[in-house]
């Protein structure tokens, strides 16, 4: 009996203990906002209080509650002149490098160490520029980004969420390594690289095995492929199919970079979560993304970029020239005409194309595109969100969820240019920029 009561004391004490020690534990921080988009696609409202505990949102208040309400201890964020909102998410990045004229040499001369320090460079340019979570597809060595992805979920370093991709592509299509001699080819060549349905499962299975969050398969040919080999469907649709399969079986969504409508088209039948570019979506293609609630990433950055960098530079070969002016210069027209049949967005730069920290100028040619600020801001946080399935923990200022926070000056529903100049970053509760 005695033994019993011992026990039952200990327990209780620490439990107590327990208690205390949680209590002494939890880091509050009380932002005092001017403007809080807190849902986007709801109104803003003035004059907000936004409380976080341990990293996550706590509670939103109306008016200004002090800060000593929450805790003798808490932080306040003066916030009070500034248009607040969820931190902003990127579904397309490739954020161990950028395109550039030094980009052969540097493939050469980089370890894949050098690759990996640089990853973290553009990862806090990224964090920076207000973009708290990022879906990285495709990578020169995706055991670096799966390692960044987990340094920074660690706390580790600062950087965007990253949802990393493990890529499956065709042998000599679009996303299998080009331009280079034949021994290098085949050094470089990815272990995911397939041929046919079979082969292609067993891509999709090594990719989740080495730490896939995400497949991103090559559906069409690529404008930076230095091949000729055009644009059109690459992967054939018995190949497409079984990749869709084996991935929804192991829990991964699939995105798809597909450019012509034919290749848009047979990865939206087998089943795929998200075509990238969509650059010459058709009528068809527009069927299919309602039925299947597919998203577009449109990527009009990358497009702008690549037509900018034809026009005005000579380190291209012809091939990629050729479909750099074509099709960087069709994409835009057809986003219209994707967006204003109803095509559910999804915001993605395809930065490392462009620079990385420049992603929200995605935003200003969407708005070129027809597509109104508010829904644009849906686009950057609840559509993001819900295509990688974190609508529980993000896009949104809500309680329980992450405290993704992003502010500026302005409101970018009135000019969206403020999103090129954030002037506040709050990720998981840490505030690691305010100026």
């Known amino acids: 009996m005695r033994n019993i009561l011992r026990n039952a004391v200990a327990g209780l004490t620490l439990a107590a203990v327990g208690t205390f020690a949680g209590a002494v534990s939890a880091e509050v921080t009380v932002i005092h906002a001017g403007e809080l988009l807190a849902m986007p696609g709801k109104a803003p409202k003035k004059e907000q209080t936004v409380v976080i505990e341990n990293g996550k949102i706590k509670a939103v208040e109306e008016g200004y509650v002090a800060a000593t309400q929450y805790g003798d201890d808490a932080k306040l964020v003066d916030l009070k002149g500034s248009f607040v909102m969820p931190g902003l998410m990127d579904m397309h990045v490739h954020i161990q490098g950028e395109l550039s004229p030094s980009g052969d040499s540097e493939t050469l001369r980089w370890s894949s160490e050098d690759v990996g320090m640089h990853s973290v460079y553009f990862a806090d340019k990224t964090l920076m520029a207000g973009f708290t979570t990022v879906r990285n597809l495709g990578a020169q060595s995706p055991q670096h980004i799966y390692a960044l992805r987990n340094a920074i ?22 996303g299998d390594v080009d331009g280079m001699r034949h021994d290098l080819l085949d050094k470089y060549t990815s272990k995911t690289i397939c041929n046919g349905p079979y082969d292609c499962r067993r891509a999709v299975r090594e990719a989740v095995k080495y730490g896939a969050d995400v497949i991103k398969i090559t559906a069409t040919g690529g404008v930076l492929s230095d091949t000729n080999t055009g644009t059109g469907q690459q992967m054939a649709d018995d190949e497409l199919k079984e990749i869709m399969d084996t991935a929804h079986s192991l829990g991964r969504k699939v995105a798809a970079h597909a450019h012509a409508a034919e290749g848009i088209n047979a990865a939206l039948r087998a089943g795929v979560d998200s075509i990238e570019h969509g650059s010459y979506a058709d009528a068809e293609s527009i069927k299919l993304f309602k039925k299947t609630g597919a998203y577009l990433v449109p990527t009009l950055i990358a497009g702008d970029t690549v037509v900018e960098m034809a026009k005005n530079s ?122």
């Open 153 to 174: 979920e660690r706390g580790w370093i600062d950087g965007p969420r990253i949802v990393a991709s493990g890529g499956v592509s065709p042998t000599g299509g679009h």
């Open 314 to 435: 000579d380190f291209m070969s012809p091939a990629i020239k050729e479909k750099a002016l074509r099709v960087g210069g069709d994409m835009l027209s057809h986003f219209e005409t994707a967006h204003k049949a109803g095509v559910k967005i999804a915001f993605g730069t395809d930065s490392g194309v462009s620079r990385h920290g420049t992603n929200a100028r995605e935003a200003i040619l969407m708005q070129k595109g027809g597509m109104k600020p508010m829904d644009i801001l849906v686009a950057a946080t609840v559509n993001a969100a819900d295509l990688i399935d974190m609508s529980s923990s993000l896009g949104t200022i809500e309680a329980g969820k992450h405290a993704d926070i992003i502010a500026m000056h302005g409101s970018p529903l009135e000019n969206l240019e403020e999103l090129l100049d954030v002037d506040f970053v709050m990720k998981a509760g840490k505030p690691v920029k305010n100026k």
